[in-house]
């Protein structure tokens, strides 16, 4: 069946759903992306399945593109405290900052060695790390355990698993 809408309707049409689908993102973050794109594809075909399908597509990508970048941004920050404690001393504690372009995932807190072990396989430390809060001197600072182990690009995050929620899907 052919679409009754002529042509300057249905690209009135896109452009009104295009400028939906930044008004959603702007005001609600990414979470309703896919369904904004969905219906922005609805009002070009009159078929419903690929309007659902394009939804599910952009809301996937999105997702996708967030976690990428989210992981990103902690993988920013387990190096600069695995490249810290690495090189310290057991018992020795230094501050750890990272800042990025965006201001998106900056933290900053102490790292502090609590043990170095060697194995046939490797040289490790253990060490315990706060995040602050925000950036108050006295912002509130939650302390994690990680490890760190000696590779050929040096020291590196070996802990397997984030010690707590806090820290997600990192690996």
């Known amino acids: 069946?052919?679409?009754?809408?002529?042509?300057?309707?249905?690209?009135?049409?896109?452009?009104?759903?295009?400028?939906?689908?930044?008004?959603?993102?702007?005001?609600?973050g990414c979470s309703s992306v896919g369904a904004a794109a969905g219906v922005a594809s609805g009002l070009?075909?009159?078929?419903?399945?690929i309007?659902?399908?394009v939804g599910i597509a952009v809301q996937a990508a999105t997702?996708?593109?967030?976690?990428r970048y989210m992981r990103n941004m902690h993988s920013d920050q387990q190096n600069e405290m695995a490249q810290l404690a690495g090189n310290m001393a057991v018992g020795e504690t230094k501050?750890?900052?990272?800042?990025?372009?965006?201001?998106?995932?900056?933290?900053?807190?102490?790292?502090?060695v609590t043990r170095a072990f060697t194995s046939a396989l490797a040289i490790c430390k253990d060490?315990?790390?706060?995040?602050?809060?925000?950036?108050k001197p006295d912002a509130h600072e939650s302390w994690y355990t990680a490890s760190t182990c000696l590779q050929d690009q040096g020291w590196k995050w070996a802990s397997a698993e984030?010690?707590?929620?806090?820290?997600g899907n990192l690996q």
Do not use: Q, Y
């Not at 042509?7 to 959603?24: E, H, K, N, Y």
């Not at 990272?98 to 102490?110: A, D, L, R, S, T």
């Not at 984030?162 to 820290?167: F, H, I, K, N, T």
């Open 1 to 28: 069946m052919k679409s009754r809408l002529t042509m300057p309707t249905r690209v009135r049409l896109v452009l009104a759903a295009a400028l939906c689908v930044g008004a959603s993102v702007l005001t609600s």
């Open 44 to 49: 070009v075909t009159a078929n419903p399945a």
């Open 51 to 53: 309007g659902i399908g």
């Open 63 to 67: 997702d996708e593109a967030v976690a």
């Open 95 to 112: 501050p750890w900052s990272v800042k990025h372009k965006m201001p998106i995932e900056n933290g900053h807190g102490e790292v502090r």
């Open 127 to 135: 060490f315990v790390f706060s995040v602050a809060d925000s950036n």
């Open 162 to 167: 984030p010690a707590v929620d806090r820290w």
